[in-house]
């Protein structure tokens, strides 16, 4: 098979060079001639496409392998395969039913072997298991907080919804970590996926309907021409914007088009991996036109001085708000389900690989499944109580886990793929094409620590000032969370 072959290949420890051994790019390779296609004078050309490194025996990426002293790669194919007996099966995903990284689905696809971000952590730098404990840690806190952010915005639904009465705060977020406990049971992405399409379809119309109500109201909740000014609209941020106020609306953006964390779990369960540019490019356009556009059209009816977060809070009729805010219903319940499927996957493959719990319906296998979820969202509702604020919360998030996983690791995926395709000289070889990529992935990698320094910075300073001013309550706090407006003077 064109896969096993292009990627079931010995690889050594070492980054090869180039002529040594050619690789040909997936969309041109022949069984044929698996070696490569040789140039006039019979020397090999640049293999595109060539595997950076190989899993160590023992490490979590030979788990998987049946053969780790002859093969340390399996293709799709195998992978397949193997589990075609199975009763729960994991390759089972297509396309449409994945999200958005160019580098990110062109390392994937050369070591179909991964599983994680944890697998690519340890293949990117050299191997290290240290590389990989690290990005465990920082791979199951990032998910568990973006969980946590779901049972806050999910409560301050069901609080805004009641009209800032019912059960205490508190309660609603029990609640709503309970309704994601039990969407998060099915074991596998493509039972999710009926559910993503669903969220997906009512994220659009929720924003499309909040665009739209922000546009025929007369005026934004909270509106006072006296104390607050008329509505303001900004090109560049006003005299007096502190850094930390800038910054912090900046990795309020950021988080919205940074997602590349799970995407290699997408990939690990797609029975064609070949197939993730489509969904790359055709969720990236979406997502860039639906976000942008609904979001110009909102700010420009809201303003500097009257715009929330969410934007929902700044709806002035009621209404409007509570109609709009509950078509995110399905995306609030499967965005945490979705994150807490991945974190629960990465701990269930790592305890139970290799034994029948992994591919049958076993009581150990379904109760340890369950009891990682339970104390995922135990953990998840923790943060919430803890940090019950949308804005900070949202940049506290980009800042600790963006810079690595949106910039820092795809920056370096790039280089070392490179310098793998390309061999000693690989900087320069290719002249202009060649320099522009390194010198534009370098300086994604030095963003990702700007993220990590100046953004993790900002966030905490945020957190801090808005304890000092009162802007919110205090944690595990039965005080009232649902959405009004929080206009500031212009």
Known sequence: ????????????????????????????????????????????????????????????????????????????????????????????????????????????????????????????????????????????????????????????????????????????????????????????????????????????????????????????????????????????????????????????ISYTFIGQITLPSFIAEMKEPKDFPKALWSVTIAEILVFSICGSVTYAYTGTNYNVSPAFGALGNVVYEKVSFSFMIPTLIFLGVLYASVSARFVFFNVFSGTRHMGSHTVVGWASWAGILAILWLFAFIIAQVIPFFSDLLSLMSSLFDSFFGFIFWGTAYLRMRQADYGPGWITGRGIRSIAGFVLNVFLILVGFFFLGGGTYVSVQSIVNGYAAGSFGGAFTCASNALKAAPVPA
């Open 1 to 252: 098979m064109a896969l096993k072959n292009m990627f079931g290949r010995k690889a050594s420890g070492e980054i090869t060079s180039p002529r040594t051994e050619s690789q040909p790019s997936p969309e041109f390779f022949d069984e044929k001639n698996p070696g490569g296609s040789k140039d006039v004078e019979g020397s090999f050309a640049p293999r595109k496409g060539s595997r950076i490194d190989k899993a160590k025996v023992g490490s979590s990426l030979a788990n998987i392998h049946p053969d780790n002293d002859s093969e340390h790669s399996v293709s799709v194919g195998k992978q397949l395969e193997m589990e075609a007996d199975n009763a729960i099966k994991y390759r089972t995903c297509s396309w449409p039913k994945v999200f958005p990284a160019p580098s990110l689905a062109e390392f994937a696809m050369r070591h179909p072997e991964v599983r994680d971000v944890c697998d690519i952590g340890q293949m990117l730098f050299w191997n290290s298991r240290i590389s990989w404990y690290f990005t465990a840690v920082m791979f199951v806190l990032n998910n568990t907080f973006i969980m946590g952010f779901h049972v806050l915005v999910g409560s301050e639904y069901l609080k805004t919804m009641s009209d800032g009465g019912g059960p205490c705060t508190i309660a609603f977020g029990v609640i709503w970590a309970l309704l994601c406990f039990v969407s998060s049971l099915p074991r596998t992405f493509d039972t999710l996926s009926k559910l993503a399409a669903a969220s997906a379809v009512f994220t659009f119309i929720s924003v499309l309907l909040a665009s739209i109500f922000a546009g025929i109201e007369d005026h934004p909740a909270g509106y006072n021409v006296a104390k607050y000014g008329e509505v303001q609209i900004l090109v560049i941020p006003k005299a007096g914007t502190t850094f930390v106020m800038g910054m912090n609306a900046f990795l309020n």
